[in-house]
């Protein structure tokens, strides 16, 4: 893919934004643009956090293992980031992230993606606000299961 569209991509993710076009092109430049197809893992559960993903093009679930089978807690779309938990707090991955669709990201290597978060404030606070919308859609799922699980509300 072009560098261009890649550059255009990152400045329509809210976790880029703010970044001025010649930081984009540097960071479109060191990452990997990485294709998938549909039911291919991009990163699984329990595995060691080497980078993290820009959705460009395509679909996405996020699963973790329970012990009834693996459980979707999100579905992702173009321009959405994941991966970055593990990098950030230097943990296993969290959860599977499968391609729905055929797929196409850019891979920013953990070394990048965490001088970015130093060098821009703004991308921190993004990354935090959108941690904080994942833990509270988490929070909501694990409600509604409870519920469910409970015979207090009927599975969507």
Known sequence: ???KSEIDLLRAVPLFAGIEP?????????????????????????ETGDAA?????GEA???????AGDFVVASLKTG??????????????T?????????????????????????????????????AERLTHTNEELVRARNVAAGQGRPR
């Open 95 to 131: 959860a599977t992230v499968t391609a729905k669709s055929r797929l196409s990201a850019l891979r920013v290597r953990k070394e990048a993606f965490l001088q970015l978060v130093r060098q821009f404030p703004e991308i921190a606070t993004e990354v935090m606000r959108g941690l």
């Open 61 to 67: 679930d996020v699963s973790i293992a329970a012990e």
């Open 1 to 3: 893919m072009l560098l």
């Open 22 to 46: 010649a930081r984009l092109k540097l960071i479109a430049y060191t990452a990997e643009t990485v294709t998938y197809r549909p039911g291919q893992v991009l990163c699984r559960q329990g």
């Open 80 to 93: 959405d980031v994941v991966g970055e938990i593990s990098i950030l707090c230097d943990v296993p991955r």
């Open 53 to 57: 993903y820009v959705l460009m093009e």
